[in-house]
């Protein structure tokens, strides 16, 4: 398998889960301005949408969007347990937290990356993102992850999305669950392999 992926992006989340798994896969990297991979490849004519994750698979196959990714490649291994079983009710809540993702963290962001938006309009954007994260904070009390249980793909996924409070000087700690839940999440040993797999790759 091949995963496309570009640092600092939403395909941290399942470079994570590949590394979890423990399955094989080539990382090639994309930039995001020229839409070229770091092997000369048109990255458009691989994913036309124009950005990462995508998952190449060994029949050729590419998939798309990072939720369907990391459900599908924990479904690769079920034995490892970073999802449910399909139709449980637990498999339901997984949805729900990856479309709660998608749509309120990762779609809150989206907007504040526009360094056209307006100040009044960035304003309403970063208080519609906080309350979100009000609403994670609540959820991770008394919990060591989203789901019962243990860690699963969903954690990939917001504590990937969780990281680019940074770059809008978002201080994690006015919500106290939050960066214990993070600090926990960044002490698996395939989150530090990922995050020095991306450090280490050549532009």
Same mark, same amino acid.
């Given at each position: 398998?091949?995963?496309?992926?570009?640092?600092?992006?939403?395909?941290?989340?399942?470079?994570?889960?590949?590394?979890?798994?423990?399955?094989?896969?080539?990382?090639?990297?994309?930039?995001?301005?020229?839409?070229?991979?770091?092997?000369?490849?048109?990255?458009?004519?691989?994913?036309?949408?124009?950005?990462? +994750?995508? &998952? #190449?698979?060994?029949? /050729?196959? %590419?998939?798309?969007?990072?939720?369907?990714?990391?459900?599908? *490649?924990?479904?690769?291994?079920?034995?490892?347990?970073?999802?449910?079983?399909?139709?449980?009710?637990?498999?339901?809540?997984?949805?729900?937290?990856?479309?709660?993702?998608?749509?309120?963290?990762?779609?809150?962001?989206?907007?504040?990356?526009?360094?056209?938006?307006?100040?009044?309009?960035?304003?309403?954007?970063? +208080?519609? &993102? #906080?309350?979100?994260? /009000?609403? %994670?904070?609540?959820?991770?009390?008394?919990?060591?992850?989203? *789901?019962?249980?243990?860690?699963?793909?969903?954690?990939?996924?917001?504590?990937?999305?969780?990281?680019?409070?940074?770059?809008?000087?978002?201080?994690?700690?006015?919500?106290?669950?939050?960066?214990?839940?993070?600090?926990?999440?960044?002490?698996?040993?395939?989150?530090?392999?990922?995050?020095?797999?991306?450090?280490? +790759?050549?532009?």
């Amino acid at each position: 398998m091949k995963l496309y992926y570009s640092p600092d992006t939403c395909s941290l989340s399942p470079h994570i889960v590949l590394r979890e798994l423990g399955l094989p896969f080539t990382l090639v990297r994309v930039d995001n301005r020229t839409k070229r991979t770091a092997d000369g490849a048109d990255f458009l004519a691989i994913n036309p949408k124009g950005y990462v +994750a995508a &998952l #190449e698979c060994n029949d /050729g196959q %590419v998939l798309t969007e990072g939720p369907a990714i990391v459900q599908y *490649l924990a479904d690769l291994k079920p034995e490892a347990g970073l999802a449910p079983a399909n139709g449980s009710w637990q498999r339901s809540r997984l949805h729900e937290w990856l479309n709660f993702i998608s749509t309120e963290i990762h779609g809150g962001f989206g907007p504040l990356f526009n360094r056209q938006l307006p100040d009044t309009a960035r304003e309403w954007w970063q +208080a519609r &993102l #906080e309350k979100r994260l /009000g609403y %994670v904070d609540d959820a991770l009390r008394g919990r060591s992850h989203l *789901l019962e249980g243990d860690f699963s793909v969903a954690d990939a996924y917001l504590y990937t999305v969780l990281r680019w409070a940074g770059f809008f000087r978002m201080d994690l700690r006015r919500w106290p669950a939050i960066p214990p839940y993070m600090d926990r999440i960044a002490q698996r040993p395939s989150v530090q392999a990922a995050l020095a797999a991306e450090t280490a +790759a050549p532009a």
